[in-house]
Structures are given as structure tokens and as C-alpha cells.
């Protein structure tokens, strides 16, 4: 019933951009906090930014400044707009939901930056 779908991963240049969506279905998405985690190979899933559904947001210290996060409750849509990429960005990236002990995961979306 409730589907994430995260889009807009891709092959980027270092100090490119992209933006990645998350789409929700089934699920009332203001209800919930939106998450973007990811994980690269080999290590663990980090989590890189956070928005509440009032729109306050909070980002890990290595994307701070770079990564902005959003979210369009009429849309039941969040977005990761990503610039100044760098290789070490190079992750599949998740969108969560999250109520309480409730969490929804999104399928994933791969970003690869060049070296």
C-alpha cells in the first residue's frame, strides 16, 4: 500500500548537481518526518538530512551548505537538491518515512560522482 519512489540519481561530475525526488503513495505524507539516508559500499547508512513537516530541516556536517532538503506536502513529494558533489558523495541514497517505531523505505536511488 504505502510506495516510495525515489528518481533522479544518476552519473554526475564533481562540483555538479542534482536534484533526487521522493514520491509517497498510500500514506498521509505530512504525518510523517522525511529522511534522506545513504550508503556506499562498505560502510555504514548515514543519515544526510531531515526535514519535519513544518519544513525545519537538519543536515549531517558533511553535507551542510551543500545539500538542501525539502518537501511539498500537497505533493506527498521531498526533494534532496545536491550541489558542489564531490567522489565521496558517491552513495544510494534512501528516502524514509518516519512516525515514532513506523519507518518507509524508499527502493534507492544510486549517485555516482566522478573522479
Known amino acids: 500500500q504505502v510506495q516510495l519512489v525515489e528518481s533522479g540519481g544518476g552519473l554526475v561530475q564533481p562540483g555538479g548537481s542534482l536534484r533526487l525526488s521522493c514520491a509517497a503513495s498510500?500514506?498521509?505524507?505530512?504525518?510523517?518526518?522525511m529522511n534522506w539516508y545513504r550508503q556506499a559500499p562498505g560502510k555504514q547508512r548515514e543519515l544526510v538530512a531531515r526535514?519535519?513537516?513544518?519544513?525545519?530541516?537538519y543536515y549531517a556536517d558533511s553535507v551542510s551548505g551543500r545539500f538542501t532538503i525539502s518537501r511539498d506536502n500537497a505533493k506527498n513529494t521531498a526533494y534532496l537538491q545536491m550541489n558542489s558533489l564531490k567522489s565521496e558523495d558517491t552513495a544510494v541514497y534512501y528516502c524514509n518515512l518516519n512516525r515514532g517505531l513506523i519507518n518507509y523505505w524508499g527502493q534507492g536511488t544510486q549517485v555516482t560522482v566522478s573522479s
Open positions: 526535514v519535519v513537516s513544518n519544513g525545519n530541516s
Open positions: 498510500g500514506i498521509l505524507f505530512s504525518d510523517y518526518i
